[in-house]
T-cell receptor
Framework: ETGVTQSPTHLIKTRGQQVTLRCSSQ?????VSWYQQALGQGPQFIFQ???????GRGNFPPRFSGLQFPNYSSELNVNALELDDSALYLC??????????????FGQGTRLTVV | RKEVEQDPGPFNVPEGATVAFNCTYS??????FFWYRQDCRKEPKLLMS???SGNEDGRFTAQLNRASQYISLLIRDSKLSDSATYLC???????????FGRGTSLIVHP
């Protein structure tokens, strides 16, 4: 176990709805990154949060937003859900923003299905 | 052309076989290369980094060919437990953002 927990593990939403996914980072880690992994694809970087500030963003529209709390846990919010948002959403925590991503620990993910 | 390309497979091999996967990348400025393993419905886990001189970890050998812009992973003496998806990851210098390939599926059968 990595110590990174995500909730919920599975979720079904309707197109147009909004969803919030949560990630509790490993103790002592202040950096959280979020990834989207569609079926049959590799993870795609969404964004990273370091000390409660967005610290890098991939090629995702503004309806994907995030938040990091003082205890370094994080949320991923997706508005106006589309069918193509159906995917496994992974978060990864690392010690700080200078750490190599290979030193990040992944959670087991939230599987989101949009119908 | 995608930044990182992998043959999705599946590669279906018997136990004990040797199997190799390649991964090509388009950004010649890429500096860091890795192989991750992902089991079905699980999170990715780092398998090994890929160094310019090549590196070996037990039955696994990784190599980098900068001239042709590809990395490879060789698995010798395949075990049933090697069945998984192998993700190639490339990181460009100065950027935190890693780029994952779509993965190559390996199925090792008895």
């Amino acid at each position: 176990e990595t110590g990174v927990t995500q909730s919920p593990t599975h979720l079904i939403k309707t197109r147009g709805q909004q969803v919030t996914l949560r990630c509790s980072s490993q103790s002592g880690h202040n950096t959280v990154s979020w990834y989207q992994q569609a079926l049959g694809q590799g993870p795609q970087f969404i964004f990273q949060y370091y000390r409660e500030e967005e610290n890098g963003r991939g090629n995702f529209p503004p309806r994907f937003s995030g938040l990091q709390f003082p205890n370094y846990s994080s949320e991923l919010n997706v508005n106006a859900l589309e069918l193509d948002d159906s995917a496994l959403y992974l978060c990864a925590s690392s010690l700080d923003d200078r750490a190599s991503f290979t030193e990040a620990f992944f959670g087991q993910g939230t599987r989101l299905t949009v119908v | 052309r995608k930044e990182v390309e992998q043959d999705p497979g599946p590669f279906n091999v018997p136990e004990g076989a040797t199997v190799a996967f390649n991964c090509t990348y388009s950004n010649s400025a890429s500096q860091s290369f890795f192989w991750y393993r992902q089991d079905c419905r699980k999170e990715p886990k780092l398998l090994m980094s890929v160094y310019s001189s090549g590196n070996e970890d037990g039955r696994f050998t990784a190599q980098l060919n900068r001239a042709s812009q590809y990395i490879s992973l060789l698995i010798r003496d395949s075990k049933l437990s090697d069945s998984a998806t192998y993700l190639c990851v490339v990181n460009s210098g100065g950027s935190y953002i890693p780029t994952f390939g779509r993965g190559t599926s390996l199925i090792v059968h008895p």
